[in-house]
């Protein structure tokens, strides 16, 4: 086992939709396969019931590496959308994910994408010993998260922001992840080396240590579904910036990928590289 290119650890989920469809969903399956559509190897790290193991049907059809945990439980989510907006009951949580449970052999990784979806990650441990050579980006949603007594998701503190970004080297996260508090926001900024902030069709803004270096226009889209666009914007931009060091670039490159991800839905709106680079605004 050769280490990957880009390592994903957080949960594949059991989408449950209206009409009673079902969807694998989850940061881990969608910034993995934009990764692999972009020509570089993904990993994912994630924890299923066995009974669900075919919800990795599409990562691993698109050759992507996975690691599955045994669990009791699927991580579940029941999905009702609004348009852009989206309410979503939590119905099961599997497993806790810890550094350990990354095969000796990927720790070697040149990016480590820490992606909870309902704060399946260990959140105190030390993920940069794990892996001592990676780019280590967060996206926090999942530690965003609490639910009521029937499940429903609602926006809550992000009690450990300090040690985790402390030892991060980038942070990518939206205003939607704090219910658009942007008092909360800036906290959270503030604590990173580098952050980027999305705010979908008013582009991506940059910060160092909180400090705003500037706005990067979105590119123009046409939107049938907006799941996972976070996860596919932070996987290009992450693929682009240790590509090539410039983070501006990177935006861009992560705005035509994600562009080309609200086109379809589900998965199938990642795009390859070349029609992403093709798509990219000009700087």
Same mark, same amino acid.
């Given at each position: 086992?050769?280490?990957?290119?880009?390592?994903?650890?957080?949960?594949?989920?059991?989408?449950?939709? @209206?009409?009673?469809?079902?969807?694998?969903?989850?940061?881990?399956?969608?910034?993995?396969?934009?990764?692999?559509?972009?020509?570089?190897?993904?990993?994912?790290?994630?924890?299923?019931?066995?009974?669900?193991?075919?919800?990795?049907?599409?990562?691993?059809?698109?050759?992507?590496?996975?690691?599955?945990?045994?669990?009791?439980?699927?991580?579940?989510?029941?999905?009702?959308?609004?348009?852009? @907006?989206?309410?979503?009951?939590?119905?099961?949580? &599997?497993?806790?994910?810890?550094?350990?449970?990354?095969?000796? &052999?990927?720790?070697?990784?040149?990016?480590?994408?820490?992606?909870?979806?309902?704060?399946?990650?260990? &959140?105190?441990?030390?993920?940069?010993?794990?892996?001592?050579?990676?780019?280590?980006?967060?996206?926090?949603?999942?530690?965003?998260?609490?639910?009521?007594?029937?499940?429903?998701?609602?926006?809550?503190?992000?009690?450990?922001?300090?040690?985790?970004?402390?030892?991060?080297?980038?942070?990518?996260?939206?205003?939607?992840?704090?219910?658009?508090?942007?008092?909360?926001?800036?906290?959270?900024?503030?604590?990173?080396?580098?952050?980027?902030?999305?705010?979908?069709?008013?582009?991506?803004?940059?910060?160092?240590?909180?400090?705003?270096?500037?706005?990067?226009?979105?590119?123009?889209?046409?939107?049938?579904? *907006?799941?996972?666009?976070?996860?596919?914007?932070?996987?290009?931009?992450?693929?682009?910036?240790?590509?090539?060091?410039?983070?501006?670039?990177?935006?861009? *490159?992560?705005?035509?990928?994600?562009? *080309?991800?609200?086109?379809?839905?589900?998965?199938?709106?990642?795009?390859?590289?070349?029609?992403?680079?093709?798509?990219?605004?000009?700087?």
């Amino acid at each position: 086992m050769q280490a990957p290119e880009y390592l994903v650890v957080g949960h594949v989920t059991k989408d449950l939709l @209206a009409g009673g469809a079902i969807r694998a969903g989850g940061t881990a399956l969608y910034a993995g396969l934009t990764v692999q559509e972009l020509g570089a190897q993904a990993a994912i790290v994630t924890a299923l019931a066995p009974a669900d193991q075919d919800l990795l049907a599409p990562a691993q059809a698109a050759g992507i590496l996975c690691h599955v945990l045994p669990s009791s439980e699927t991580t579940t989510y029941a999905i009702t959308y609004h348009g852009e @907006a989206r309410d979503m009951h939590l119905a099961g949580r &599997a497993t806790l994910l810890t550094p350990a449970d990354i095969p000796a &052999a990927w720790r070697d990784t040149p990016i480590l994408h820490l992606g909870p979806v309902a704060a399946e990650l260990d &959140a105190t441990a030390d993920w940069n010993a794990c892996c001592p050579n990676a780019l280590v980006a967060v996206t926090p949603q999942g530690w965003l998260r609490t639910f009521d007594a029937a499940g429903l998701m609602s926006p809550a503190p992000w009690t450990t922001a300090r040690s985790l970004l402390d030892r991060a080297d980038v942070l990518v996260m939206s205003g939607e992840d704090v219910g658009n508090d942007q008092e909360a926001l800036m906290h959270y900024v503030g604590m990173a080396r580098l952050a980027v902030v999305t705010a979908g069709a008013d582009g991506a803004t940059l910060y160092e240590r909180g400090r705003a270096l500037g706005t990067v226009p979105s590119c123009q889209a046409a939107p049938v579904d *907006f799941t996972g666009a976070g996860d596919v914007f932070t996987a290009a931009f992450l693929v682009g910036y240790r590509e090539s060091g410039d983070m501006w670039r990177a935006v861009a *490159f992560a705005h035509a990928a994600a562009a *080309f991800a609200i086109e379809g839905m589900g998965t199938a709106g990642i795009a390859t590289r070349p029609r992403v680079e093709a798509r990219m605004a000009p700087r």
